[in-house]
């Protein structure tokens, strides 16, 4: 979420952008004023705040990603898993959403299912009454923020634990008002289609006693035999049950009665994302006390830091406050729960990011539990380096017979929401407001280095050495596209390859070079491998969306000195009033052992997928960046190689183009825009 547009969700918290009491019914505003709508693409762009609502509404809507018919949507919340297909898929999906806005605000839940991760339905429909949950209740009055799923919760159906929020604002930066969130429980008995509020909600009345939060948010629902061994002699302080009409402080108080608690077997465990004031972020942790999941108990900070640190310039800043966080435990093809198993937790930072991406960070930690069970780092890294947050992740069936299965039955599956950067410039005109990234698997990526940088501190760690080869074992936490997104690649209408090609550092084959066959659309996937030579200082990538005269293009590159890869949006679109500013994100090429006992330098593996204005790109299972492109012309589908740089060779081989992606809403029509909608005035809340 950019600061500099209406995504950042601290300032939409706190200003006055979205009502969140329901539509008002003023007859003569309820739709906004309708604008002019005379387009010319070919031409200068209007001022986009004359153009009539929706007017935009497809020029640059993706055609392959998860993406809310219309209006606004944010978070993933929600995933799983359903084997049995009930509620028409076995992959279940929801998100954050505030129909016939394009703001945030009111926020409830939304909902698709999907038999191949790709192709997606909406649940129950596309139209306006596809809210699934929404707020209802005095703890949610104002919001269904985020939550995450037990398959089989209570009574032994699908399960959602989520945040309700009574009072707003609310964010790090300001003051927390007690009774503000809590952790409340609903279940689904038709596989999503509808939802059920437990009577006695919240199961988890407010944060622990004495805290001066910053937030207390997002619980995430896991099981660990690793913690459940460590916390067992812990008994936990039980969480009051109830704080209806927020008179009583909405704390966790070692008073309350612990009597009706009980220990369960393979409990659950749940983390909830915060921060406090004066002291820095943390995760939470609760253990499941009741067989129902009705009580819980606090067992202390699974993880906590002081404010404001960076691990390393691989690895963003842990901020202020977290949000949307997730523990996980990973081998090297899935999740390991058990001996050998990696402990992960992914969190979305906030507040130390002033330059723009919504002054958050998506990042992640890798660490030991101690035995008090609060992870103590080992490294740390970035989950996305592009306009992307609060990525969340939930566990789908290996296929009987994979390599490991017995210890890593499943894989985890991640998706994050990719927020727009167009300075909410036009925002009626467009229609829509953010997408999920294509689905991705997050793994521990393992390989061999012969490199003297291994010991500095990054993103990486060494888990093995060999002093007569003088190599090194690194891991990482990887990412790779989901193996279902090969569909887009299969499926794609037309497929070619370009020849094999050389640019040689300060020579006249830099810059722009064209590939010898044209994309006519902006919606294909490009796979390539680019080899440097050692010392180089070349840049080398690919230029996309280049407009005939090259007044509209958008270069994509390895900056080989730097260990970076960027994104120059600089001239992406002449509507000026959109956000150009570049995106970029650290990446090394390692030297790795080669033959005859000598090293090479490691090739970059690309692959970019194009999909209107979101473009996503990913480099050797280690590296993605999300960014936001939005060229005006219809022309602008130029692609090409871009290099520069005064030395060094770049080598491009096994360059291919997959055009045409398929459309992961079959269901829906071309344009399902809808009315937008003005709440009034004295808005956000009352």
């Known amino acids: 979420m950019s600061s500099h547009t209406p995504s950042n969700r601290v300032l939409l918290f706190a200003i006055a952008s979205a009502a969140l009491s329901p539509v008002h019914a003023f007859p003569s505003i309820a739709e906004l004023f309708p604008r002019a709508d005379s387009i010319d693409f070919s031409s200068a762009p209007p001022n986009l705040t004359t153009l009539r609502n929706n007017t935009l509404f497809t020029h640059w809507r993706p055609k392959a990603h998860f993406i809310a018919p219309n209006s606004w949507m944010n978070d ?88 309700g929020v009574k009072y707003l604002p609310t964010g790090w930066s300001v003051g927390y008002t007690p009774g503000t969130e809590s952790q409340n429980l609903a279940w689904t008995e038709d596989g999503g289609v509808t939802w059920k509020k437990l009577e006695t909600n919240p199961v988890i009345g407010g944060p622990p006693q004495g805290m001066n939060i910053t937030g207390w948010r997002d619980p995430w629902l896991f099981q660990s035999p690793t913690l459940e061994k460590i916390t067992a002699s ?50 939470l942790l609760y253990r499941q006390a009741s067989e129902d999941f009705t009580k819980w108990v606090y067992l202390g900070q699974v993880f906590q830091h002081a404010a404001n640190y960076s691990w390393s310039e691989w690895s963003g800043n842990w901020g202020f406050n977290f949000e949307v966080s997730t523990v996980i ?44 069970a609060q992870l103590q780092p080992e490294y740390a890294g970035v989950v996305d380096w592009g306009e992307t947050y609060a990525f969340t992740s939930f566990p789908v069936p290996r296929a009987k017979g994979s390599k490991d299965y017995k210890n890593q039955p499943s894989r985890q599956i991640l998706f994050g929401w990719a927020y727009e950067d167009d300075n909410g410039y036009g925002l009626l005109a467009k229609g829509w407001q953010g997408t999920f990234t294509l689905p991705r698997e997050i793994f521990v990526k393992q390989w061999t280095v012969s490199d003297s940088r291994v010991d500095e501190q990054g993103s990486w760690g060494v888990v093995a050495r060999s002093n007569s080869s003088n190599t090194a074992t690194l891991e990482t936490l990887g990412s790779r596209l989901a193996q279902e997104v090969s569909k887009l690649m299969s499926l794609s209408k037309s497929k070619w390859s370009e020849k094999k090609w050389t640019y040689t550092g300060g020579s006249s084959n830099g810059g722009w070079t064209a590939f010898k ?54 001239n992406s679109s002449v509507v000026t009033g959109f956000n150009l500013g570049a995106e970029a994100g650290k990446f090394r090429l390692w030297n790795v052992p080669g033959k005859n006992g000598k090293t090479q330098l490691q090739d970059l ?55 045409g992606l398929t459309n992961a809403w079959p269901e829906r029509p071309a344009n399902t825009a809808n009315k937008l909608v003005w709440d009034g005035p004295n808005v956000p809340w009352p």
């Open 234 to 283: 812990n008994a936990g302080t039980p969480t009051p049950p109830t704080t209806f009409n927020g008179t009583a402080a909405n704390t966790t108080s070692a008073a309350t009665s612990s009597s009706s608690s009980t220990k369960v077997k393979d409990p659950w465990f749940a983390t909830v994302s915060g921060g406090e004031k004066g002291v820095g972020p943390h995760l």
């Open 517 to 570: 066959k044209q994309p006519s659309s902006r919606y294909y996937v490009l796979t390539a491998t680019l080899s440097f030579t050692t010392g180089s200082d070349a840049q080398a990538g690919f230029t996309i969306y280049k407009s005939p005269t090259g007044g509209e293009q958008t270069h994509i590159f390895y900056d080989f000195a730097a260990e970076t890869i960027r994104v120059d949006r600089s």
């Open 329 to 372: 435990r990973l081998g090297t093809e899935g999740d390991q729960p058990g001996e050998g198993g990696r402990d992960f937790i992914c969190m979305g930072t906030e507040g130390a990011r002033p330059d723009g991406w919504g002054n958050h960070w998506p990042l992640w930690v890798k660490g030991s539990y101690s035995d008090q």
């Open 76 to 163: 993933p919340m929600g995933l799983w898993y359903q084997a049995d297909g009930k509620g028409g898929g076995k992959f279940k999906a929801s998100y954050q959403a505030h129909p016939n806005h394009v703001q945030w605000g009111n926020i409830s839940q939304a909902s698709a299912v999907s038999d191949d991760l790709i192709h997606w339905t909406d649940v129950p429909s596309w139209k306006d009454d596809r809210l699934t949950l929404f707020p209802s209740e005095p703890n949610d009055r104002l919001g269904v923020f985020d939550g995450t799923i037990i398959p089989k919760g209570y009574k032994g159906f699908p399960t959602l634990i989520y945040t």
């Open 605 to 659: 593996e690309l692959k970019i997928f194009v999909d209107n204005s979101i473009v996503e790109i990913y480099a050797n299972d280690v590296f993605a960046l999300t960014t936001r492109v939005y060229p005006w012309r219809t022309d602008s589908v130029g692609l090409g190689y871009y290099t520069a740089g005064s030395s060094g060779n770049v080598t491009f081989s096994n360059v291919k183009v997959y055009e």
